[in-house]
């Protein structure tokens, strides 16, 4: 019995998560990656202007990551970090597209075998959650996780005045 096609589902559903959770997209956003986009794939431009007024630090986490740019909600464009270890999984899970089942006519890195359509990032995350044993697995989804970003986004974005006011009585 051919073990391809389960095996390819696996890491699929589990490279999926680690991207959502890594870069806390939408996962829809996430899930539509097609192989054209991915094959488009950059290492971050360290002679850019942004670069230009990154410190040090900034500069160096910058060179371990390559870089997506997919279409997100409003037509906008949204980057997505890649780790090696994403990537690697990415690069074989495009490796074995027919030995997995994949149709030809299916251009989405997180195909579904037999179909022309892709893994929905939130089933893949609730199951994930599930498997993994989270306490709580209701609260692992890429919604949440986004807005956590937005929160820390906000907050990171204050004045030490303005952080005053949010910060915890110490009475």
Known sequence: MNKIPSLHRELAEVTLADLITFNRRRQGEVAKLTIEDYNKETKLDMKSDVQAGLSAMERKLCSLFSRLEIRGKHDRVVPILLTERIQSALDMLNQNLSDAGICQSN?????????????????????????????????????????????????????????????????
């Open 107 to 171: 251009n989405f890195v997180f195909a579904i075998a037999s179909s022309d359509s892709f893994l929905t990032g939130c089933d893949v995350m609730r199951k994930i959650t599930i498997q993994c044993g989270a306490t709580q697995p209701t609260t692992l989804t890429s919604t949440n996780l986004h807005k956590r970003v937005v929160t820390v986004s906000q907050i990171l974005n204050l004045k030490e005045n303005e952080l005053d006011t949010h910060a915890p009585s110490r009475h």
